[in-house]
C-alpha cells in the first residue's frame, strides 16, 4: 500500500460543559503513507475497522482531569479509543498482513500506524464476531468482570443492583451477577430497555428511571431485604437512594459515572447520605483497568467460555461509518442506546 | 446501702435539627432502691464515677436514624454513654463490691443498677488513671486503633491526615500513625489547638479550619507528595477537599462525620468530587465498632504498653458534675475542647 487518504476526528477545542458539538470534535482527511519504508520498526500500518464508544472519553475532553486521571486529549490531535485494525503493512515479527488486533489507543481514524507494542492479536478461528472483542471481550466486559468479579465479593442470593444496566458494561455486569447465582435489578432510561432487560437480559427486576424517579421509593420496592452489591456507573441522586437501601457490609465499586461528566465538579449533584457507610459499614472503593491487567487472561478465558457455551450474548449498538462518531458519542448520554455503541469504520 | 436518689439525664423531645437544649435533655432525681433484694440476679449496683461525652450520642437523639444505624433513645428514658462505676452491691459472681467497672450502657445518672453481661473489670492495680479508661482506653482509642491499625494499611511514611484531631479520637488516632512512622497533619478549630497538636501531640503540622476555609489550599500546600490515608470524623466539605489531594490507592476509614450530626441528611453539604475515587482508586469504608470486637483484647495490650510507656498520653477535658452533661455535650460542636470530654460524676 502506499498513500491514502485517512478521515481522522479531532479535537478543536475542549468541552468546558454538556456535550461535544461540531464546534469541539471535528473530522478531517489526513495523507497516510503506508509504503513500508514510511512505518517505524517494531511498528505495523493498520486498517481500521471497528472502534469502541465508551462515555470515560467525555472526561478527556474538558481539558482539565475532573476525576479519572487520564490525560487529556491534545487539541487539533486525532482522539484515541479502543479499536480492532486489520494489518495491512508490517515491520514487527509478530504480526502479519492480514491478523486483526486490538488496539488500545486506536485513533477514531479509517487507518494508522501503530507502535506493535500495545497490540494483541485476536484468535479469529475461534469463530466469535470481531466487535465482542469491544464489548463483553473488550472493556466493557472486564470492567464489569474485574468489579463484580474481583471486588464484589458475590454470593449465591447477593441482592446486586445496577445503574446504567442496557449499556455496554452494565449489561454484562447482571449477567455475571446472574450468572452467580444473585437475585439482580437494573435502571435504564426507557421502558422499552426495561422490558430488555427482563426479558433479554435476565434480569429479575429493572426500573427506566426517566418515569419513576423518587429513586429512593423505587429501589425499597425492589429490595425489600436491602442492597449487597451496586455496580455504580452513574453517580449523584442514584448513589444517594442506594446509601439509602444497602445492607450491613454492602460494597460499591465505583467504575464510572456518567451522570458526572458534562459537569465540572463544583457545579455536580453532591451525595449528602455519606454518613451511611458508617453505620452499613458500606465499603466503597473506585478502580481501574489498567491496575488489573494481570487477571485480563482470567478474564478473557472465563469470558470467551461464556461467549462459546452462549451464557453471555454481546449486544452492541452499531454506528455506521467513521462520520458517525460525534452522534454515536452523544447518543450514550441521552439513554437512546442498548447495548455497547460501536462503530463499524466500513459498513 | 438502701434507697439513693440519683440524678438522671433524660429525653423529653426528639431533637430535630442543631444542637440540643434543655428543652430536650432534662435532669430529673430519682430514687433507686439499691438494697440487696432490690438487684436481680447477674445484676450489680454501682455509683457511676465518670461519664465519657462522645459525639455519636446527638445520631441518636433525633428520633430517626440518619447513618449510625445505632437505636435512637426513647423519649422520657435515661440516656446512656459509655461510664465507670464502683460495685456497691452485688448479685454476680463475678462482681464484688469495691470493683470499678466499665459499663457501656452506662445512664448519664449517678447510680445504676446494671446488668453484669456488659460490665468489664478495670485492674486499678495496673496504676492508669481511671478517665482512660474512656478515652485511649476506651471508645475514643478504640476507635483510633481500628481506624488507624486494621483499615488504615499505614506504612512508614504513609500521609495521614486526620480532621477533628485534637477532639478524643483524632487526638489517639494522630499519636498512633506517628508512632508507626508517618508524617501526620491534623484539622482543628482553633489558634491555641494548632500549637498543641503541634508541641505536644507530635503532630508534624496543623491548621485551624475556622482562619483556612479554603480547605483544598490547605491541604495542597500541607500534602505536597498527597495524602495516603484520611481518617475521616468530619464530612461535607473536608471531605470534598481530601478527595482533591488523595493519593493513588489511598485509604480513608469513616468512623463518624461531626459536622453531619446536627442536620437531617437531605439537608447535609453533598460530596460532590466522588468520582476523584475512581480515577485515583479510593477506598472509603465505613465501620463501627461492634465489628471489631474480637480484636478489642489486641487493643488492650498494644494500648496499655504505650500508656505505661509514656507514649501515648490521655488528654481529657473533664466537666464537673452529673449537671455538665448538656454543657460539655454541646461544647464538641464549638471546638472548645481539647482531648476527650468526660464528666467526673462527684468531683
Request: a negative charge; glycine letters at 10%; one cysteine or more.
Amino acid at each position: 500500500m502506499a498513500v491514502v487518504e485517512s478521515k481522522e476526528w479531532y479535537l478543536s477545542a475542549y468541552v468546558s460543559d454538556g456535550l461535544p458539538t461540531s464546534d469541539h470534535l471535528k473530522l478531517r482527511s489526513v495523507n497516510l503513507s503506508l509504503a513500508a519504508d514510511s512505518i517505524p520498526d517494531q511498528h505495523v500500518a493498520l486498517e481500521i475497522l471497528w472502534i469502541s464508544v465508551d462515555p470515560y472519553l467525555r472526561s478527556i475532553m474538558s481539558g482539565h482531569d475532573d476525576g479519572l486521571c487520564i490525560p487529556q486529549f491534545q487539541l487539533n490531535q486525532a482522539i484515541t479509543a479502543f479499536g480492532i485494525g486489520r494489518v495491512v503493512g508490517t515491520k514487527d515479527n509478530n504480526f502479519a498482513e492480514g491478523d486483526v488486533v486490538v488496539n488500545p489507543l486506536s485513533p477514531i481514524a479509517e487507518y494508522c500506524v501503530a507502535s506493535a507494542a500495545f497490540l494483541r492479536k485476536i484468535d479469529t478461528s475461534a469463530g466469535i464476531p470481531l466487535p465482542d472483542y469491544l464489548n463483553s471481550l473488550g472493556l466493557s466486559g472486564f470492567t464489569a468482570w474485574v468489579g463484580i468479579e474481583v471486588l464484589g465479593n458475590l454470593k449465591p442470593g447477593s441482592n446486586v443492583f445496577i445503574s446504567a444496566a442496557a449499556g455496554g458494561v452494565g449489561m454484562v455486569a447482571g449477567k455475571l451477577a446472574k450468572l452467580k447465582g444473585c437475585r439482580v435489578v437494573g435502571s435504564t432510561g426507557s421502558d422499552e430497555k426495561v422490558k430488555l432487560l427482563k426479558d433479554e437480559f435476565g434480569y429479575d427486576d429493572a426500573f427506566n428511571y426517566h418515569t419513576e424517579t423518587d429513586f429512593d421509593a423505587a429501589l425499597s420496592k425492589r429490595f425489600p431485604d436491602g442492597i449487597d452489591i451496586y455496580f455504580e456507573n452513574v453517580g449523584g441522586k442514584m448513589l444517594e437512594a442506594v446509601l439509602n437501601n444497602v445492607n450491613k457490609g454492602a460494597r460499591i465499586p465505583l467504575c464510572g459515572m456518567i451522570s458526572q461528566y458534562n459537569q465540572r465538579w463544583t457545579e455536580r449533584e453532591g451525595v449528602r447520605n455519606l454518613l451511611n457507610m458508617v453505620g452499613k459499614e458500606v465499603r466503597m472503593e473506585g478502580f481501574m483497568l489498567g491496575s488489573y491487567m494481570n487477571r485480563f487472561g482470567d478474564f478473557m478465558k472465563e469470558m470467551e467460555g461464556y461467549i462459546k457455551e452462549g451464557k453471555i450474548i454481546s449486544k452492541h449498538r452499531i454506528y455506521n461509518g467513521i462520520e458517525s462518531f460525534l452522534e454515536s458519542f452523544n447518543s450514550m448520554f441521552s439513554s437512546s442506546n442498548v447495548g455497547k455503541v460501536i462503530i463499524q469504520v466500513r459498513p
